[in-house]
């Protein structure tokens, strides 16, 4: 059998994952055989986890939140929900049939498949105009039964960041757990004006992913709590392994992903992570100006992810000359500008674009 190899990275538009830095990849090679899933046995990967939740928390803006490195925006997802449904609304236990969890339009699919895991009622409010959540109508769909209210800080269609402040305020009314989803968004937006972290709202949980704009390698997610009786709701009781309980949701992980995830922040917090935003925020604003110029209907880049109206015709054709790209649930066209995605590459595509007849 041929010898496999992976995909390059140079025509991959879609994707919310990228390039490890050298130092991640080489830490995920190192670290290949650790489980810190189990920590009093694999101490050194442990210590490294407990590195990178301390990056995390100084990048979220709460130096003293806990957490713990997971497999991705999902998991965290799903074990906020967790948390939110194990503590019950107004903070007792869940004595309705059916606890919910009330969140824009824009919320990733993971919480449709924490919804149904946990047996919650995910419920969607319309978002405003420019496709950010909108408080009012969110506020219509909280009751005494809502366990949760979430806000997203980088949506995955539009990369749009929601008026967290005003959902933390509804969650607070409502004495519901405030969860922000910012897994693609959140090694960006510490160098942008906008208000998403603990720091700037009662947040209780936060989802930020070192695999995506953290460039770490694949599987690193992270779940960040405001105080450790959160987490203390995920924790179980284990008895075969060295350590007495864990708050993971799977039990075996990937020491590659945590010690890569260390690694990223390490090289990285916070000079690299501010030129790679500006460097992919100017990409997408010249990518969205020079589709602008085109006649293409472009949503204005808030962060680097351009959307735009582009025919089938075009697209089926960019897509036939190799271009990896994808579109939203309403069809237009979406380009992550992640590290990897150069001004060289924009050019190119625009190149091919023009010569669609
Ligand atoms: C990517 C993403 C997720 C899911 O993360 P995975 O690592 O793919 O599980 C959740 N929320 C948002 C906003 C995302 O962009």
Redesign the pocket.
């Known amino acids: 059998m041929q010898r496999a190899s992976p995909q390059e990275f140079s025509r991959v538009l879609s994707s919310?994952?990228t390039e490890p830095h050298p130092a991640a990849r080489a830490a995920a090679e190192e670290f290949l055989a650790t489980n810190p899933g189990d920590p009093a046995t694999y101490e050194t990967v442990a210590d490294l986890e407990r590195e990178a939740i301390t990056a995390l928390a100084e990048i979220a803006g709460h130096p003293d939140a806990v957490g713990y490195i997971?497999?991705?925006?999902?998991?965290?997802?799903i074990q906020a929900m967790r948390i939110a449904r194990d503590r019950g609304p107004t903070g007792g236990p869940v004595t309705s049939e059916r606890a919910n969890v009330v969140a824009p339009a824009s919320?990733?699919?993971?919480?449709h498949k924490a919804a149904d895991v946990l047996g919650l009622e995910l419920r969607t409010a319309p978002l405003d105009d420019d496709y950010r959540a909108d408080p009012d109508a969110m506020s219509e769909l909280v009751d005494g039964d809502t366990v949760a209210v979430v806000g997203?800080?980088?949506?995955?269609e539009y990369g749009r960041v929601d008026p967290i402040p005003a959902i933390a305020d509804l969650a607070s009314e409502a004495e519901a757990l405030c969860h922000v989803?910012?897994?693609?968004?959140g090694f960006h937006l510490p160098f942008t004006e906008h208000d998403w972290q603990f720091d700037h709202a009662a947040i209780d949980t936060l989802?930020i992913?070192p695999?995506?704009l953290g460039q770490a390698a694949?599987?690193a997610?992270g779940l960040l709590a405001r105080s450790s009786d959160l987490l203390d709701e995920l924790a179980i009781d284990t008895p075969y392994l060295e350590s007495a309980s864990q708050a993971s949701l799977t039990g075996t992980r990937s020491g590659a992903g945590v010690a890569s995830a260390a690694a990223a922040m390490d090289e990285l917090w916070p000079d690299g992570y501010r030129e790679q935003a500006e460097r992919c925020q100017a990409n997408a604003d010249w990518l969205a100006a020079a589709l602008d110029e085109r006649g293409y209907d472009v949503v204005e880049p808030e962060l680097p992810l351009v959307a735009a109206t582009l025919p089938e015709r075009e697209f089926d054709a960019l897509r036939e000359a190799g271009w990896r790209i994808a579109r939203t649930a309403s069809g237009d066209l979406r380009i992550v500008c992640m590290p990897h995605v150069t001004r060289e590459t924009l050019r190119e595509f625009v190149t091919d674009l023009d010569r669609v007849e």
């Open positions: 919310m994952c997971t497999s991705g925006g999902t998991e965290a997802n919320v990733h699919f993971s919480f997203v800080a980088g949506s995955t989803d910012a897994a693609w968004g989802t992913d695999h995506k694949v599987p997610g």
